[in-house]
């Protein structure tokens, strides 16, 4: 180089670019170990009960033997000696089983011929092909079951825990909360009281309504007696306790429902509320046309959080059942439990990976289909 | 029983009692996993500090829930985690550690111990209940067997006689259904029996079917065929034990399907119960305080049998006759059940050889009559009598708080089921959890909820325990119950 050349030119290009290409680079720089972390946490379990879901497992002097058995856990569970457990007893279907079966046939076929003539991505095909295969496989296991007289399996009981349980949370949860916006008196004081069950551990919220739920010797035992239901069973009658679960896990999850929707309600502007009754809407026009648009997102949000909760119930019916009568109250995550009690623990890995099947379609599937396309609208 | 007599029986015991070897365990710490207290678990820990203060060995009681604790020992054991020294549980359980490899065999240390008194442990639980395959592994700290208990005030009132037969019982209960047995005012109920899933309902099952199944002694068995090791379940024999079953709830409490073993005695105790089973604990519980609405007013007997049994050629029921039934009474087939076979200890192979030494002289220590003798007559320690003096002698119940008269009934019932000939023992064998606390649990909770028939019931039993057999090795399996009936090639 000559005397008198400038020499910073060069250097200063070379930190620039590195100085931009850290710019560029440093959000995944940062996140890049968290995601690592996640993988290696979430991953290496993933895999270690797909290889427990295929194995047969006994415990020996200081060690255990595996041995590999492929997809026999999840043929007996779907289609062996237990499927009776897992999915339901099938003895034919009744009038009524077919009517049902056909007409869930025929709405997905409606569906999916209405997608097909639209705009068609393989992803979205893919994602369709689980959803409908799903929503026919419940469909016919429901006709065939519920519908035809027939006990069905954890694979039911969870389901009619997931929906009638977060149904009526959601909408009683909503209802507070839209009472409680409102400049009502004492509105604080309901707030709190609200909000107290879900600091309640599930296993004391079992216990209790086992005990307040006991006409024989429980603390209300005088209050049935008198009702005239002393000799009425609840754990007796298969939805009597289904029912009983649903509602000792809505007095828990509800608050859970009511104080996001509080804060949703909340913080609806104010203004477009009042520009509405200036111009003479009535409430429900109010509710329908402002309020729950702008809380929608979150509704959906909060019902998505609380499906994949309810999916895992466990706690309930384990204290105020143990799953009875018969497996009537049993759920998938107690099924597994149970398995895994009892050192069976390749069924207890099948069981919940068909758990995480069902979980996984059933979310992805609302939110993609119900969430997103009411936010995109 | 008041609470000085419990403390002169402790003080007395810890005078008279001693550690199987007068060794100095300072430093020793004894792991103990059980079931959670006051039952079983709470007189561990009494009886520990005592033997920390002769020996300097420290005991520690931990405990899970009963359902996970066959689990939790298990894999603490297999896996080489061996944080557990000892495990107290159910005899049956040990078959499937013993067959792991992962017990320490007793023998040895039976014969340095000059304080344990063997000979004085009743013959089945010494050659069944800690035995396996001949070798002692598991010490005693409690006897079970199901018995029958009845109101015998209001029996004699009645003019009825306690059941024979389970027609009988259903006679009886339904006689006395309905009427107020404790003076509250109330209807009460003719008959409790647990009901619930997950719980104990299956020990009761085997209570009622092995009236109706085992005709031939002990060695016969009723859970499989000796020969074939194939299920002995999908017959007439147990699809009746089914119905009977089903059919005491007519004149039981309401939610009696939800019910488990507490539950039922708790009813018991105040009184509104007229017929019941149960294990030997209602007899210290009825002169507990919390029974006194049935303090000096209960009677037990023999478990109920049955005048039909089962043709194991054909499956199907028959009259009991000479060659059927050889030890049938009046033409009754009695085959008292012993149902869950009594907590014992079982000491980890693998812990240190001090750490193995202390816990079998504690073990030893509980076990000991000057202990258990007062153990076993208070209702809330859960133990029941297994050993001759405590049958055999009625002074520490009377002692206790029972009358004479209750005493002798109570042990006269334990002693007619102990010494039966044709008594039936409880599943021993790997998997015995599977079989009958998974499998033959959930069928019956199913047949009990309406899910499905007597006949379907024992056909999905019969299936689900081949498959058990068949993952567990039929031939290993046959050796093994073979063993535990004390039949031996």
Same mark, same amino acid.
């Not at chain 2, 079970?144 to 009988?168: A, C, K, N, S, V």
């Given at each position: ?37 996640? &993988?290696?946490?979430? +991953?290496?379990?993933? $895999?270690?009960? !797909? /290889? ?7 415990? =020996? @002097? ?33 009038? &009524?089983?077919?009517? +049902?079966?056909?007409? $869930?046939?025929? !709405? /997905? ?7 097909? =003539? @639209? ?259 | ?489």
């Amino acid at each position: 180089m000559r005397p008198g050349t400038p020499r910073a030119a060069p250097s200063i290009g070379a930190r620039e670019r590195l100085s931009d290409w850290i710019d560029r680079h440093s959000a995944q720089v940062f996140i890049w170990p968290a995601v690592i972390m996640i &993988l290696v946490f979430s +991953i290496f379990p993933l $895999v270690a009960s !797909l /290889i427990m879901a295929m194995s047969r497992i006994r415990f =020996r @002097g200081g060690t255990y033997k595996v041995r590999f058995v492929w997809f026999q856990n999840f043929e007996k569970q779907l289609f062996g000696s237990e499927q009776f457990h897992f999915l339901g007893t099938f003895n034919g279907l009744g009038l &009524l089983g077919w009517a +049902i079966g056909l007409a $869930v046939t025929l !709405l /997905i076929a409606w569906l999916a011929i209405r997608y097909l =003539r @639209g705009r068609v991505t393989a992803v979205g095909l893919v994602g369709r092909l689980f959803t409908w295969g799903l929503s026919l496989g419940l469909g016919w296991l429901f006709a065939a079951t519920l519908f035809s007289g027939h006990p069905f399996g954890t694979l039911g009981t969870t389901l009619f825990y997931v929906f009638v349980g977060c149904g009526l949370q959601f909408v009683i949860g909503l209802a507070l909360a839209f009472l409680c916006s409102l400049p009502i008196r004492g509105r604080t004081f309901f707030r709190v009281v609200f909000f107290i069950p879900l600091m309640i551990t599930p296993i004391g919220v079992g216990y209790a309504f086992r005990m307040m739920a006991d006409t024989t010797k429980g603390p209300f035992s005088p209050v049935w007696q008198w009702a005239g239901l002393g000799d009425f069973a609840w754990a007796a009658d298969a939805w009597a306790a289904r029912f009983f679960i649903v509602i000792g896990d809505s007095w828990q999850w509800i608050p859970f429902i009511f104080v996001v929707m509080l804060a949703a309600l909340e913080s609806v502007p104010r203004d477009y509320v009042e520009a509405a009754q200036v111009d003479g809407a009535t409430s429900w026009e109010i509710f329908k046309d402002i309020t729950w648009p702008q809380v929608l997102p979150v509704a959906a949000t909060v019902l998505l959080i609380r499906v994949i909760e309810a999916f895992k119930i466990v706690d309930l019916p384990n204290i105020m059942t143990a799953g009875g009568p018969g497996i009537a109250t049993e759920s998938m995550t107690l099924h597994a439990l149970f398995a895994w009690r009892s050192l069976d623990l390749g069924q207890s890995a099948a069981v919940a990976y068909l758990l995480l099947f069902v979980t996984v379609v059933t979310c992805v599937s609302f939110f993609n289909l119900v969430v997103l396309r009411r936010v995109r609208a | 029983m008041t609470k000085s007599t419990i403390g002169l029986g402790i003080v007395s015991a810890l005078a008279l009692a001693a550690p199987a070897s007068a060794q100095d365990y300072s430093g020793v710490t004894v792991e103990i996993l059980t079931r959670p207290g006051p039952v079983i678990a709470q007189r561990l820990v009494e009886r520990g500090e005592e033997f920390t203060a002769m020996t300097g060995a420290e005991i520690r009681v931990n405990e899970v829930p009963f359902a996970e604790l066959f689990q939790k020992i298990l894999t603490d054991w297999a896996t080489g985690t061996n944080s557990i020294d000892v495990g107290v549980f159910a005899s049956g359980w040990a078959t499937e550690l013993v067959d792991a490899g992962l017990v320490e065999p007793l023998d040895g240390y039976i014969a340095n111990d000059d304080k344990i008194d063997i000979d004085d442990i009743a013959p089945y639980f010494r050659e069944y209940n800690q035995k396996i395959g001949g070798e002692t592994y598991l010490i005693t700290v409690d006897g079970d067997f199901q018995m029958l208990y009845y109101r015998r005030d209001i029996l004699d009132e009645m003019g009825l006689e306690p059941p024979r037969t389970w027609d009988e019982y259903m006679t009886v209960a339904g006689a006395m259904h309905g009427k107020d047995l404790n003076g509250d005012g109330e209807a009460d109920f003719g008959s409790c029996i647990f009901k619930k899933r997950n719980a104990q309902s299956y020990f009761a099952m085997g209570s009622i079917a092995a009236g109706f199944v085992q005709t031939k002694g002990t060695g016969e068995g009723i859970f499989f065929h000796n020969d074939t090791m194939k299920p002995k379940v999908d017959n007439e024999a147990w699809q009746e034990a089914f119905r009977v079953y089903k059919a005491t709830g007519e004149f039981g409490p309401p939610d009696e399907l939800n019910h488990d073993i507490g539950d039922t005695r708790g009813l018991v105790q105040s009184g509104r119960c007229g017929l019941a089973i149960d294990w030997g604990d209602i007899g210290p519980l009825s002169i507990d305080p919390s029974g006194a609405a049935i303090k000096d007013k209960m009677g037990a007997v023999i478990m109920p049998g049955s005048p039909m049994a089962l043709n194991v050629d054909t499956g199907k029921l028959e009259q009991c006759n000479a060659t059927l039934c050889p030890h049938a009474i009046d033409g009754i087939n009695y085959a008292p059940f012993a149902a869950f076979g009594g907590w014992a200890g079982a000491i980890n192979k693998n812990s240190d050889a001090e750490v193995k030494q202390a816990a079998y002289d504690f073990l030893s220590y509980v076990n000991q009559a000057a202990q258990s003798n007062v153990d076993v007559t208070i209702g809330w320690t859960g133990y029941n009598p297994y050993r001759n003096s405590q049958l055999e002698n009625t002074e520490n119940w009377i002692k206790a708080g029972f009358s004479p008269e209750f005493a002798e009934n109570y042990l006269g019932a334990i002693k007619d089921s102990l010494n039966h000939p044709n008594m039936a023992s409880d599943l021993k064998i790997p998997g015995a959890q599977q079989y009958t606390g998974v499998v033959l649990d959930r069928e019956l909770a199913r047949f009990l909820a309406g899910e499905i028939t007597a006949e379907q019931a024992t056909k999905n039993i019969e299936e689900a325990w081949e498959e058990i057999t068949e993952d567990f090795g039929r031939e290993s399996q046959m050796t093994i119950y073979n063993l535990s009936l004390g039949i031996t090639n």
